[in-house]
């Protein structure tokens, strides 16, 4: 409290509370210095198991090869969505107007011009609201 005085028997409490405290802590310390026994090695049985037949070595089988996907200058997939907003930011124009365009969100042209700048270090040319790659 504030005041800075118990109530009348709060002191006893408290002391009776200590010593709880304490006995617990005694007993954990006392739990921990037992040494647990050792665990008994498990006893092996004399039944010996039947040997298994051993099981011819599985095939490998061949994967078809992989067609080999035509990817742009920048080294998007041709076809894909970062393919063709590449495409958009060669010929120019607003984020809004590219979006538009290739029926994408605003936001997604903004993220791939910042994969651009970024990851693959092309430059660009922005006048007004219109980007375009620098060449």
């Known amino acids: 409290p504030e005041t800075k005085e118990f109530p009348k028997g709060a002191e006893i409490a408290l002391a009776y509370?200590?010593?709880?405290?304490?006995?617990?802590k005694q007993e954990k310390k006392e739990v921990v210095k037992e040494e647990k026994?050792?665990?008994?090695e498990?006893?092996?049985s004399?039944?010996?198991?039947?040997?298994?037949?051993?099981?011819?070595?599985?095939e490998k089988k061949e994967k078809p090869a992989k067609e080999k996907v035509e990817k742009n200058k920048y080294g998007h997939r041709e076809g894909s969505q970062?393919?063709?907003i590449d495409a958009a930011f060669e010929k120019g124009g607003s984020y809004e107007k590219i979006a538009e365009n290739l029926k994408l969100s605003v936001a997604r042209i903004?993220?791939?011009?910042?994969?651009?700048?970024?990851?693959k270090g092309i430059k660009f040319v922005e006048k007004g609201d219109t980007i375009k790659i620098e060449k």
């Open 42 to 44: 498990p006893v092996k």
């Open 46 to 58: 004399k039944v010996t198991k039947p040997e298994k037949a051993e099981k011819p070595a599985k």
């Open 82 to 84: 970062a393919a063709l």
């Open 110 to 119: 903004k993220s791939h011009y910042h994969h651009m700048v970024s990851d």
């Open 17 to 24: 509370f200590n010593k709880m405290v304490d006995a617990e």
């Open 37 to 40: 026994p050792p665990k008994p």
